[in-house]
């Protein structure tokens, strides 16, 4: 009677070990292709063109989300790409005066990520714009100097967490306003291409100093920027 308690107890082990080992694998596996999937649907909205009509339809946005009519948040799209941000973002927008947008940067912002902005000031004076200055993301506001030809900074782009070999890019058509995003027909690129990230964070880098030096050397942009002129 022992030898046979013994046996029953010794295979029984012997299905348990396996039994166990598979269930280990079995969740390991499950997290590794849920780590795939999230990592191909990161990459995929990363690498799309997203288009915007004058009825709130999105297309183009790779979404997890089951839609006859193919709808989803118009802002989704810019959204994920500013909360995404690991380490930093460069924006460059003639216009930012939609709250939720400038509400997901603050949010970014006090989470450590370093954001720069510049705006085109007689665009950009609005309270959007206050709210972002006074959580103290860093902005500069082109002024067009008293004697060149009229001109207004029209680029639309962001450059994410960018390095010597990668970075992600943002650029389209639209500022960042309420109707720009509900009202009318739009389109945003994505793309992780090295070669356009770098060419577009040189142009931020450029047109950042540029616009620097104009507001601390130039009389009639400073004048400007204090609401003298």
Request: proline share 3%; glycine share 4%.
């Amino acid at each position: 009677m022992y030898t046979i308690l013994k046996s029953k107890i010794f295979y029984g082990l012997v299905l348990l070990v396996p039994a166990y080992t598979w269930s280990r694998f079995f969740k390991i596996w499950k997290r590794l292709r849920k780590k795939l999937k999230d990592r191909e649907l990161f990459y995929s909205r990363h690498n799309c063109v997203v288009m915007y009509d004058n009825n709130r339809r999105v297309t183009g946005w790779p979404t997890t989300l089951k839609s006859i009519d193919k709808r989803f948040g118009v802002y989704d799209p810019l959204l994920y790409f500013i909360y995404t941000a690991q380490k930093s973002l460069d924006v460059a927008m003639m216009v930012i005066s939609n709250t939720t947008i400038a509400n997901a940067l603050i949010k970014v912002h006090k989470r450590g990520i370093a954001i720069r902005i510049i705006l085109d000031h007689d665009c950009s004076r609005n309270s959007s714009s206050k709210d972002l200055e006074k959580s103290g993301i860093p902005i500069l506001y082109y002024v067009c100097p008293e004697q060149s030809i009229p001109s207004i900074m029209h680029y639309k782009f962001i450059v994410k967490d960018h390095s010597s070999n990668c970075g992600f890019v943002y650029i389209g058509s639209q500022n960042w306003s309420t109707v720009a995003f509900q009202g009318y027909y739009e389109n945003t690129v994505f793309t992780t291409n090295r070669s356009v990230a770098k060419v577009i964070h040189k142009c931020f880098e450029d047109t950042w100093s540029y616009v620097d030096k104009l507001c601390k050397t130039d009389p009639y942009v400073k004048a400007k920027l204090k609401g003298v002129q």
